[in-house]
DNA sequence: TCATTTCCGTTGTTTTAACAACATACATTC
DNA sequence: GAATGTATGTTGTTAAAACAACGGAAATGA
């Protein structure tokens, strides 16, 4: 198992490399490996694990029955997937998870997960709190992608997104982790609408790009 | 404090009237309560407590810069809001929370909710489990707002709503708790062209329906 | 019961994005 | 470096939703 990881990951933050035995041990875990654009759960299915990325990546993705298809997201090396699913017994998928490159998956037990085991592990509670933070994280992405999708305008979409990514980046010029489909899949429009909306931002002096670089123009 | 309401709500469920009083104890929270119309609490500001409705309900708006409200949900008498944000400090809200009706509100401190306070107070852990199955739940309908808005016409997302709450309400007639301009907000939509769409679905046979209810028809 | 307000449906017009088809730039592989 | 494939940008057309304006129905309150 790779510790390092687990020790760097927002689930088993601030669990020593000597508890995590103890705790992996009473969780039980079930390690998986998935070939890249493997599905690891589909749409319509119950979930009663929660799991973790050990190596890899994986995108959160919505195909509905007429052949539309979303991309809700991507979860990285080291976060977590499935775990609202996991805790609401007898809820079924809405999502299809997809292995974007080989990747390892560990399978966590939410039940064993959120009973404390008497004195057993004592970072179990530590475990707890990490998760409904993990959680807490994941229901703001959910809320940015609505607020990123709320204007009615592809232009309002952009700024919407572009100006979440200054601030979360930190800085008026950074990179974007999607390319132009994915990017359109995930404010809900057209990919060449966007690209044409893009021109005429850039043009107008709004931003400036270049792939997936982008320089959001001041204020 | 009304213990019939906080036993039958989510969070404080399965715990005993008489335990009530010590978690209640242990976290020391503060009621405070609303006027009709009156904002509990605005966007850009940091939320340190989650709200617990003890009576009245509340709604979750989007209010942008240009003054396009979209309407994310509504929160009712024994329901909580606010929880994610507390869970992530230093995040800024998002939403406006508005009372719809006179209300009040319990404001629960997540640091001490989420720590685990020794003996004194033994159903702590059960409240844990049940907040972590309100956010999991909570995040079921970020995603389903998602849902109901990723399919590009309007049709698409009517029935994408009405579909669902076929599911929901356990059958093909039911009432919808929106009127239409919260339901078009809900949606994303324009409320007179959503009122046109309806129409023609009724002529198609597709659905009926008259003011808030409405009978889906058949698959 | 009447007056007032709110809500809902309809129509016609305008705006906008989806769509399709193609051109160009970039990346990858041999 | 040539060839291939993929990603991105551009244009014109079409379809659809936004918008504005209005009439009537239903709820509300005096």
Redesign the pocket.
């Known amino acids: 198992m790779n510790y390092f990881l687990l020790g760097q990951s927002e689930l088993f933050a601030g669990i020593e490399a000597g508890e995590l035995d103890n705790l992996l041990d009473c969780l039980n875990p079930v390690k998986k490996t998935y070939q890249k654009g493997e599905y690891i759960c589909r749409a319509g299915e119950p979930l009663r694990f929660m799991g973790f990325v050990l190596s890899g990546s994986v995108n959160i993705e919505r195909n509905d029955a007429w052949g539309n298809q979303s991309l809700l997201g991507r979860v990285a090396a080291g976060e977590v997937f499935g775990e609202t699913y996991a805790c609401v017994p007898g809820e079924i998928l809405m999502v299809d998870v997809a292995a974007v490159e080989p990747c390892e998956i560990l399978f966590l037990d939410m039940g064993k997960l959120l009973t404390i085991c008497s004195s057993a592990c004592g970072f179990h509670n530590r475990l707890i709190q990490n998760l409904v933070r993990v959680m807490a994280a994941k229901n703001l992405n959910l809320s940015r992608k609505i607020n990123d999708t709320a204007p009615?305008?592809?232009?309002g979409r952009l700024l919407s997104y572009l100006s979440y990514q200054v601030v979360k980046q930190g800085g008026y010029k950074f990179e974007i982790p999607f390319?132009?489909?994915q990017l359109a899949d995930y404010l809900?429009?057209?990919r060449?609408?966007?690209?044409?909306?893009?021109?005429k931002m850039q043009r107008e002096g709004l931003i400036e790009?270049r792939?997936?670089w982008f320089w959001v123009k001041g204020e």
């Open positions: 009615k305008s592809i232009r390319n132009r489909q809900g429009v057209d060449s609408a966007m690209s044409n909306e893009l021109s790009y792939r997936n």
